[in-house]
């Protein structure tokens, strides 16, 4: 499987300020990390898993830990 791309905070920031439909995704499967690292709009992974059947596979999702 091939690595993912690395991508800076400008972009994302960018992204997420333009209207995109990126998802942002807190990486930590510890959901009181994430709450800890919460980034507005995010979300942890136990959602990631329960939106995934309806995630499109054009949808960009953007990984983040702190």
Known sequence: MPEAPRVSPDYVWDKLHIGSDALLVCAYDDPEKCRQVKLQGSIDMQELNRRLPGITKDRELV????
């Open 63 to 66: 990984f983040y830990c702190a």
